[in-house]
């Protein structure tokens, strides 16, 4: 037996997930998630014709304020999570994390923290770069979640910060 033949192999390659830029045929799929009501209620509502369509197809043409891209995460070429990033600019130091949702009938499968550690990984910081995400303060499961994967909540939910937790991921030093 070959190594790409053995169980070990092809295991971890039935669980890789691969990052692809969102495309306008990725949206079918994924307004199909927001039937799911907590999906729905931290990330929607969603349309048929939506904005948030626009958005991210413009986004990544550098066509919005914030340059960055949403990313479609495939596992098996299904499509099981969705991630999008602003990218820094000469103002900052920080990459942003917009958005991640996982396919409701595949959380608590690892696949969030997989597809969050594929992203810091497709684009390395550079000296004093970061990540930061800003959670709702109705969102404790998101909280949860980055700090689950090493990232620092900096500050908590006030009116100056639209009541969000803002969460920081730097370089272990």
């Known amino acids: 037996m070959t190594w790409s033949h053995s169980p070990y192999y092809m295991t971890r390659l039935k669980k890789a997930l691969t990052l692809k830029p969102f495309k306008k045929e990725d949206f079918p799929e994924y307004l199909s998630w927001f039937q799911d009501p907590d999906l729905n209620e931290q990330l929607g509502p969603m349309e ?98 980055f700090e689950a994967n090493g990232w620092t909540c900096t500050a908590l939910p006030s009116s100056e910060n639209n009541h969000m937790y803002v969460l920081e991921y730097h370089l272990p030093r």
Not at 75 to 103: C, M, W
């Open 48 to 145: 048929k014709d939506d904005e948030w369509l626009t958005y991210a197809i413009d986004q990544q043409k550098g066509l919005t304020e914030y340059v960055g891209c949403t990313y479609s995460v495939f596992q098996n070429e299904k499509l099981v999570s969705i991630i999008g990033v602003d990218f820094p600019d000469p103002t900052n130091h920080r990459y942003g994390i917009s958005s991640i949702a996982i396919k409701p009938n595949l959380r608590e499968r690892g696949i969030g923290s997989k597809a969050l550690q594929e992203l810091i990984n497709l684009h390395p910081l550079k000296s004093r770069q970061y990540w930061v995400a800003y959670v709702d303060e109705k969102n404790p499961k998101a909280k949860l979640f």
